[in-house]
C-alpha cells in the first residue's frame, strides 16, 4: 500500500486536494500538512541525508506550544525507528491556532535537545549562589517539601508558605488549591504587567482573559500593548487579520508604532497616560450621537446604582442614564482630549463615528498599559 509521503518532489496528498480545517470557516489554505487520518503513519524524506533520498516514517503525536500562554497546537513528528522526536510543526486542527504558529512553536525542538534541560529534581548542597546541587528523586523532593509546608501548617505559619505562578497559566486548579490550604499566598509576575486589565475584566465580567469575537466584529479596537501586539495570542491575532480581511475597521491605540499600529486602519497614538481621557471623549460623542448600545447598557450594567449614587435628582429609569452619562462626561471634549492626549480632534471624532457605525459589533481588547492601570 502506497504511505502518505510529504517529500517536495511529489506533493502530499494534502496539497493535491486541499482540505478544510475544523474551526477555519475561513478557506482550505492550509494544504501543507499531512491528512489528519494518515499520522499514524507519514513518510518523507530525511532533509539531513540529502542528497541521498532517504525515507523516514514518522508518527505525527498533537501536543500544544509552551513558549507562551497561547498553547498553541503543535505535531511532534515522532520517528518510528528511534522513538525520537524529528522536528514540530503547526496542527492544523487545533481549534484555536489552525496549523498558524508563530517561530517559537518549531523551535520547541530545541528545548527537547536542551544538553542543559533539567531532568530531575536537584537539591542545593551548598550556599545560596554557590551553584552546587544534588540529584535527587521525585519521592524525596515531594517528601522534603511536603513536609516543611506540613509543618508550617501545623504551627500556624500559613503566612510563610507563598506559591508563584509560571507558565502555563494553571491559575484557575491552584487557586482552588491554595483555598483548601487556608492561604491567600499565590504570587505572578503579572502583579507588574497585566493585572490593571486583569481585574478590570475580572470585576467587569468575571474573567479575566476575554476573547472578544474578532472575526465577525465590524469595529475590533485595540487598545496598550495587547495580547496581539505583546507575546502571545496569537490565535487572536489571526482572527483579528481575518476580522479585517472581511472589511472590519481596526483601531490601535498605542503610543508606538507598534506591529498592530503598523497594520491599524487608525492608529491613535496619545500621551502615555492619558488613554482614559481619550476613551471617554469618545464615549461622551457616542451618548451625544445616540450611537451607544443603549440595549446592552440596560441589560448588563448596573445603571440602576450609577443614577441612586451620582444623580439622586433623577428618577431612577432607564431614561435618565444617558443624559446623566453626558453630564458626567462633560469635561472630556473631543477638544480637550485634543489638547491632554495629543490626538487630533477631527480623528476622535472620525473613530467615534467609526465605532457608532458598528454598533453591535465592537470587539475590543487591552492588556498592559497605563491606558490598563499600570
Ligand atoms: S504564539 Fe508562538 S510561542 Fe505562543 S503558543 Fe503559539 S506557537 Fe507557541
Redesign the pocket.
Known sequence: MRMPTCEPARPCPSRRSPRRSPGNPMTNTLSSYPPEETWDHVESLDPAAWPKKVRRAHRLVPT?????????G?LAWVDKNTGKITKFE?NPVHPA?RGR??????A?INQVEDPERILWPMKRVGERGEGLWERITWEQALDQIGSRIGTAFREDRHHEVMYHVGRMGDDSYMERVLHSWGIDGHNSHTNICSSGARVGYASWMGFDRPSADFANAEVIFLISSHLEAG?????HAQRIIEGQKNGATVVCVDPRLSNTAAKADYWLSPWPGTEAFLLLAIARLLLEAETWDATFFERWVNWETFLRETRPDLDCTFANVRQALIDQYVEYTPAEAARICGVEESTIREVAAVIGRGLGKFASHTWRASSAGN
Do not use: M, V
Request: with cysteine; proline share 8%.
Open positions: 500544544t506550544c509552551f513558549n507562551c500562554e497561547a498553547n498553541c503543535l503547526g491556532s504558529n508563530c517561530a517559537k512553536g518549531p520547541t507575546h502571545y495570542f496569537n490565535p
